[in-house]
């Protein structure tokens, strides 16, 4: 079994098309300041490693911060948890906030998921078409404008390409946000893959 950190997943999902949010990874200071550049203000700092799977119960997770001295002190901080190699800067967005993601079982292949962060979980067999990622929408009773639905069919698509391109993919699960414009990115992932 193959776990990817956060970025690594990020930046696989942006490679396979994926909307995912401005963040680049610094592994030391002398890295911060370009990092914190090509994000904007306000933003976040996450955690990074192979091997860190609960950042906030690691308390791997500082939000709002506004300036390069606040960034340092973050920075340093992360930095002493167990497995850190890395810390991520992440551009603060807001929005409608949900999880997908797909799970792959013995008698069947993968599945696909999506809900609100907190319930209201639907599943369905992949392969599948819009007109059953809108049915999952719909199942999920998340009662949302047509550009949140259009929003979200898109992630739920792609999810289902994904399984089919990539069959190795164990797991998968993303945290994503659609804006007040519609546009969804993911805010957080994880990936496993099978490599036997």
């Known amino acids: 079994m193959e776990v990817f950190s ?9 490679k396979e098309g994926f909307p995912v949010v401005e963040r680049d990874l610094s592994r030391g200071i002398g890295e911060l300041r370009e990092s ?9 700092m996450k955690v990074s490693g192979e091997r860190i799977f609960k950042k906030r119960a690691a308390r791997g997770i500082k939000t709002d911060i506004k300036t390069y001295t606040q960034a340092v002190m973050e920075f340093k901080d992360l930095k002493k948890i167990e497995r850190s190699n890395g810390v991520l800067v992440q551009k603060k967005i807001s929005g409608k906030e949900f ?3 797909m799970k792959k079982a013995p008698e069947f ?3 696909i998921f999506f809900g609100n962060i907190e319930e209201n979980f639907v599943f369905r067999i992949a392969p599948f078409e819009k007109e059953e990622a809108e049915k999952m929408i719909k199942e999920s009773a998340a009662f949302l404008p047509k550009k949140d639905d259009d929003a979200i069919s898109l992630i739920l698509l792609k999810l289902s ?8 993919i164990n ?13 969804p990115k993911i ?10």
Request: proline residues 4%; glycine residues 10%; without cysteine.
């Open 6 to 14: 956060e970025a690594k997943a990020e930046d696989f999902l942006e």
């Open 36 to 44: 914190i550049k090509k994000v904007g203000t306000p933003f976040i």
């Open 99 to 101: 999880i997908a993601g």
């Open 109 to 111: 292949g993968h599945s």
């Open 161 to 168: 390409e994904l399984s089919g391109k990539h069959p190795e």
């Open 171 to 183: 797991d998968a699960k993303i945290r994503f946000m659609i804006q007040d414009d519609g546009n």
């Open 187 to 196: 805010i957080d992932a994880e990936i496993s893959f099978d490599k036997s």
